[in-house]
Structure formats: C-alpha cells, structure tokens
C-alpha cells in the first residue's frame, strides 16, 4: 500500500517504485565495476547424450562474482544489461572466457570433440559479430564446428532483419544455431521453416510437467513434446531438454526419442578446473 502526503493528493514515487529504481542503479554499476574490475566469468554445464549420460558439450551460463555479494544470478543483471546496451560488452567477455575454457576442457581425454553452447541476446548481433567470434575462435585452434549460438525467439522475431543476416552469417561460417526455451513464448513453428536451425531446446517448464500429479497435465505436455521431437527430427534438428532433475523426468525425456539433457540430476554448472 502506497503512502500519499496528504496535501496535492498524487505523488510521482511510491517507494516500490524507489526501491526499483535504486536497484536497478546499483545493478548498473555492478555490472560497470564488473567489466573494468574483471568480476565476470563464464560457468560450464554439461550438456549429456541420454543415451549412456556422457558429456557432448556444455552451455556456458554468465556469472558475475561480486567481492562482497558474492555469485549474483543473471537473470537481474542480463535485463538491466539488455535494457542499456551494456549486454554487447558483457557478452564480449562471456564469449572470451568461454571459450578458453573449452580450449582447456578440449585437452582431457575424451574432450576434443565437445561443443561449447553460448547464449546471445537480440543485440549481440552487430556486424563486429562474426569477425570477433572468428579471430577467438582463431586464437584457441577450436573449429567453428564446436561452437552453438543459443538464441531465443527475441532474435528472430526482432524488428531489425540484419540481425537475422549475421545469425545466417555465423551459420554459414560454421557454427550451429540452436533455439533455446522453445514451447516457451509464441513459438510460432513457421520459424523453423523460414530460418534454418541445427537445435532445438525444449524448455524447462516441460521437463517438469511431463511428471505432473495431475493426469490431463501430464498427458497433454508429453503429446506436446513427443510431437515437437519428432517434428524436430524430420527437420534435420536435434532436440535437448533443459532443467532435468530427476531419474523419472530423465526416463521418461529418453523414452519419448529426446536426444541430450541438461539438468543438476547431471551436473550443476560450475567453473572449470580443468
Ligand atoms: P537458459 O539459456 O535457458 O539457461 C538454462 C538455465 O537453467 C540456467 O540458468 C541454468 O543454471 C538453469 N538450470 C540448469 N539445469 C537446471 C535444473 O536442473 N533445474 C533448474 N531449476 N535450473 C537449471 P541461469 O544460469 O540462471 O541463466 C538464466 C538465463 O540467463 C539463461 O537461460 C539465459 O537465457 C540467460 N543467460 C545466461 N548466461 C547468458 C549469457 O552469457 N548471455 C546472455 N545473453 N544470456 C545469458
Ligand atoms: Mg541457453
Ligand atoms: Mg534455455
Ligand atoms: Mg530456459
């Protein structure tokens, strides 16, 4: 409930409002003092084949390590960084680690062929995009073959053409495309016909309700995500589940032909000491 001071009735600010606004500042300089003081880094998670649970690649997750809050989640700070720009820089230096991370992953047994998934915001893909991905990609002996950038509908939904341009661009230099949360958001299927996609990655609220107490829920998204699968497959694209946690959702995503997994039943992501 908001506090009026009596005399002109309407105030500009309640204090929700405030708050926000001082958060949000806070988390702008945070994300300042991040990138100067060098307080990002990119975690890995593995991403395993369901058949026999081995580890074909891992999704590198943004992580800011704060000397006094300690590990901050990203979701707060990739939307403040969306909203201000700050996401092309942040990205920058997610895409670095990252990939010096797989270089030394590449070099343990059984390691050299696992793929590295980065996420991409709409406006990661400026014209600098493709040439700066090539040069690191360059400086670490890792073919772009090893490399999948995650985008979400935002990207090829975006007002902007070009930036379907350098996806396209990126594609064809090698790397492959997969679309992340998909059942999430319109997931309108007419993409995966107007622009080409090498991965699909059924989002996590299906991984839980395909065990759902309720029947109807349950038979429902497991139609929904059998059907998604097997158009996935007809359309040439690999398909992986997000958030598995546990042995019945991981039974059951294997069962209805879902290809890899991602989920703390496997591995947490952490930072790699390889
Ligand atoms: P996402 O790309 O869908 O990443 C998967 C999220 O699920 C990650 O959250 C991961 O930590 C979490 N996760 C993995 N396994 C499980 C599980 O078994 N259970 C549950 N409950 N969660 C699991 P995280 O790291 O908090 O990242 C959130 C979102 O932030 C990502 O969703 C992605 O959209 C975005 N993001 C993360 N890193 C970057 C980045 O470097 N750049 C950009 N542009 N976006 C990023
Ligand atoms: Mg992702
Ligand atoms: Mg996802
Ligand atoms: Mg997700």
């Known amino acids: 409930a908001k506090k009026r001071d009596g005399k002109n009735g309407a105030q500009l600010f309640d204090n929700s409002m405030l708050d926000h606004a001082r958060a949000r ?10 990138l100067s003081e060098n307080w990002f880094d990119a975690y890995l998670q593995p991403i395993v084949n ?3 649970r081995g580890i074909a ?11 006094q809050k300690g590990l901050m989640a990203p979701a707060d700070i990739i939307e403040v960084a969306e909203e201000t720009s700050r996401i092309v820089r942040v990205g920058n230096v997610i895409m670095e680690k990252a990939i010096s991370h797989l270089a030394r992953i590449s070099r343990l047994p059984g390691m050299q062929d696992s793929y590295l998934a980065i996420n991409f915001s709409p406006l990661q893909f400026e014209a600098a995009l493709p040439a700066r991905l ?7 002996g890792i073919r772009p073959e090893r490399i999948v950038v995650e985008i979400t509908e935002a990207v090829l939904m975006h007002n902007n053409p070009e930036i379907r341009t350098i996806v396209g661009e990126i594609r064809r230099f090698g790397c492959r495309i997969a679309l992340d949360d998909f059942g999430t958001g319109y997931s309108s299927l007419s993409y ?6 090498d991965i699909i990655k059924v989002d996590q609220s299906f991984t839980r309700s395909i065990n759902d107490a309720n029947e109807g829920v349950r038979q ?6 059998e059907s998604i699968t097997t158009l996935s497959h007809k359309m040439g694209c690999a398909v992986i589940a997000e958030g598995i946690e546990t042995e019945d959702e991981c039974r059951t995503l294997h ?3 879902l290809d890899f997994g991602q989920g703390y039943l496997f591995h ?3 930072m790699p000491i390889a």
């Open 255 to 257: 069962d209805m032909g």
């Open 220 to 225: 429902k998204s497991r139609t929904l995500v």
């Open 134 to 140: 090539a040069s690191l990609l360059g400086r670490h």
């Open 25 to 34: 500042a806070e988390i702008e300089t945070c994300i300042e003092t991040g």
């Open 50 to 52: 369901l058949n026999g």
């Open 268 to 270: 947490r992501p952490r």
């Open 192 to 197: 995966l016909n107007r622009f080409p996609v």
């Open 57 to 67: 690649g891992f999704e590198a997750l943004m992580r800011l390590n704060h000397p």
